[in-house]
């Protein structure tokens, strides 16, 4: 049974910053693409970062902000957000899928975390 459980959200003003984490079981981790994503009310769910073996992207909007990362050994995948605006106020998921292809569609990935939320004050 594969299970992703995040953790680290919580409020924070303009300018701080938060470190999410997602903790992987059940799936050959490593093997996976580690994605996070977000969904704001009223809005679609939308990809935040994304890591892969060999590789890594960033949604526009986060950018120079925020930085992914994963240890294969722990089997987790962390999102360190820096310099947080109002706008990044959202729920943030953990998501894994086994292909690289389109990884920025949500509709691809495999499994899910059940999210934390992440609220920026101005």
């Known amino acids: 049974q594969v299970q992703l459980v995040e953790s680290g959200g919580g409020l924070v003003q303009a300018g701080g910053s938060l470190r999410l984490s997602c903790a992987a079981s059940?799936?050959?981790?490593?093997?996976?693409?580690m994605g996070w994503f977000r969904q704001a009310p009223g809005k679609e769910r939308e990809v935040v970062a994304v890591n892969w073996s060999g590789g890594t992207s960033y949604a526009d909007s986060v950018k120079g902000r925020f930085t992914i990362s994963r240890d294969n050994g722990k089997n987790t995948v962390g999102l360190q957000m820096n310099s947080l605006k109002p706008e990044d106020t959202a729920v943030y998921y953990c998501?894994?899928?086994?292909?690289?292809?389109?990884?920025?569609?949500?509709?691809?990935?495999?499994?899910w975390g059940q999210g934390t939320q992440v609220t920026v004050s101005s």
């Open positions: 998501a894994a899928r086994s292909s690289v292809y389109r990884y920025y569609n949500p509709s691809g990935y495999d499994y």
């Open positions: 059940g799936l050959s981790f490593s093997s996976y693409v």
